[in-house]
């Protein structure tokens, strides 16, 4: 799963995906400036792993990227998504097969991450506040 959510406002754009590497990066940025108004600009934190920093990644014009200092996730509000996913949909349980996994992904995606009361409560950062 790949993921984006404005603290703010509780928006969120996520892709499942069967990979995380540069090409699908790609293909979320594509799914994520399809979905943001072209006149705004976004200020996206991201990690500094191989397959967000490739040189194949294109970068839309409205997208600036703040690379992460290593091993901080915590300065990542979308992070505190991924956890708040794991420990209330996805840990301690057993899937099936692929398929099983995809479904309680996307399952999961829709109840909380759609959610933007959800969003804005498990993503909030003092300095992702407006002064």
């Not at 992904?105 to 969003?119: G, S």
């Amino acid at each position: 799963m790949i993921g984006a959510v404005c603290p703010e406002t509780g928006e969120s754009v996520g892709l499942l995906t069967p990979a995380i590497n540069s090409d699908w990066s790609n293909v979320f940025f594509e799914q994520f400036t399809a979905e943001v108004c072209e006149d705004i600009h976004v200020l996206m934190l991201w990690d500094k792993a191989g397959f967000h920093m490739a040189n194949k990644v294109k970068i839309p014009a409205n997208i600036t990227i703040v690379p992460l200092p290593p091993y901080s996730p915590e300065l990542n509000p979308v992070e505190n998504l991924w956890h708040y996913l794991r420990s209330h949909y996805w840990a301690n349980r057993t899937y099936a097969d692929y398929d099983d996994i995809r479904h309680a992904a996307a399952d999961a995606w829709r109840k909380a991450a759609l959610d933007r009361e959800i969003v804005k409560s498990v993503c909030c950062a003092k300095y992702t506040q407006r002064i």
